[in-house]
Nanobody
Framework: QVQLVESGGGLVQAGGSLRLSCAAS????????MGWFRQAPGKEREIVAA????????YYADSVKGRFTISRDNAKNTVYLQMNSLKPEDTAVYYC?????????????????WGKGTLVTVSS
C-alpha cells in the first residue's frame, strides 16, 4: 500500500510559479512510476506530467510543455511538480498518483494509488 499526500497548492497570479510536492509512504516508492494529474471544475481528470521510477523518462501534456517540470527524489520518497508561467487555465485540483507501470500513468489506465489533491488557483 502506498499513501500519497500532496502539498504546495495555493493562489497565485498569472505568470507566477508554484512547486507542488507529493510525499509517499512506504519503502517501495522507488519502484513506482509517478504522475501529476489535474481536474478543473466540470472537466475530466487529465494527465499533466509523468516520471518513471528512476527519473530517466518523463512525459508532459502539450499544454504544460516548457512551463512545468516533474522530478523525484527517491531518497525522500517525494515527487515534485515545478510550475512556472502559470495561466488561469491551469486552475484545478492537482492530484499525485503512483503505479508500477509507467504506461498506466501516462494513459491514466488503472492507476494503483491516488492522493487527495491540492488546489491551485491562478488569478488573471
Amino acid at each position: 500500500q502506498v499513501q500519497l499526500v500532496e502539498s504546495g497548492g495555493g493562489l497565485v497570479q498569472a505568470g507566477g510559479s508554484l512547486r507542488l510536492s507529493c510525499a509517499a509512504s512506504g519503502r517501495t516508492f522507488s519502484t513506482y512510476a509517478m504522475g501529476w494529474f489535474r481536474q478543473a471544475p466540470g472537466k475530466e481528470r487529465e494527465i499533466v506530467a509523468a516520471i518513471n521510477w528512476s527519473g530517466g523518462r518523463t512525459y508532459y501534456a502539450d499544454s504544460v510543455k516548457g512551463r512545468f517540470t516533474i522530478s523525484r527524489d527517491n531518497a525522500k520518497n517525494t515527487v515534485y511538480l515545478q510550475m512556472n508561467s502559470l495561466k488561469p487555465e491551469d486552475t484545478a485540483v492537482y492530484y499525485c498518483a503512483a503505479d508500477r507501470q509507467y504506461g498506466s500513468v501516462v494513459t491514466l489506465n488503472g492507476i494503483d494509488f491516488w492522493g487527495k489533491g491540492t488546489l491551485v488557483t491562478v488569478s488573471s
